[in-house]
């Protein structure tokens, strides 16, 4: 009978917790959703927080079967995430606000559960860390050096097979038109969200800690390569046709051959990654 009483307590605690947290961040919550529906970039905001609820999910019997007790590291984990929260609203830093949002819950879950839930979750836990737009200081200092990688690259392999093209900056000269690699080209946009995917791909197909950090991490090369592919291929089309690669579909489906690519290269590394890592 204690037991369950205290059970029932602890219930409780956990949900009043729940709903003192949910109010604290309910302004920045609201701002991230603001920032998922208005900005292209980071419309796959929405889909993390399902996609982690949904992998909690499935280790649910896993999850129950764990004996739970506080550990106090969680409480200094905790304190963290408040003063994240304090000073970046008080330098009107959004990202390490949101940031600190995932450091309070992770320092909550541990310090009320402990370390047993905490290994066993950690990777759900921190995967929200995706749903938060990196600072656009970082965003736009990357794109324009990308944009330049993409261009240079491309006009590089069109000398190489024989096509005239000049290049000035981030814009190719072809024959018959000029092809400029946009900031929406650069691969940021991309780069963001196969960083997601690549993180769920390897945790769910790796089975070493060191090879899903090398399958991790090789998203990052893949995404600039599936992005310079798209740059080349669209070049190649604009010289050898006249189809307007600005108008639609054509537009669309060019930014989908992107995470085409990109996640058949991740496919084809991660099983060699696992026969090389068993």
Partial sequence: MQSEAYTAIRKNYVYLIAILLFLIYLPTLYDLVIDWSTDANYSHGFLIPIISGYLLWRKRKELSSLSFSSNRWGLAIIILGM???????????????????????????????????????????????????????????????????????????????????????????????????????????????LLALGAIYAHLTQKRFSSKMILFLSTIPIAVIANIFRVFITALIVYISDIDVTGEPIHSLMGASVFVVAFISLFIFGAILRRLMK
């Fill in 83 to 193: 003063v994240f929260f304090i000073l970046g609203n008080g330098a009107s830093e959004y990202f390490t606000v949101r940031l600190s949002l995932v450091i309070t819950i992770f320092g909550l879950i541990m310090y009320l559960y402990g370390s047993p839930l905490i290994r066993h979750s950690w990777f759900e836990i921190l995967f929200l860390v995706f749903m938060i737009p990196i600072p656009y200081v970082i965003y736009f200092s990357a794109t324009f050096p990308m944009q330049l990688l993409a261009s240079k690259i491309t006009s590089g392999i069109l000398h190489l097979i024989g096509m005239s093209a000049i290049r000035q900056g981030n814009i190719i000269h072809l024959p018959n038109h000029s092809l400029e690699v946009a900031e929406a080209c650069s691969g940021m946009r991309s780069l963001v969200s």
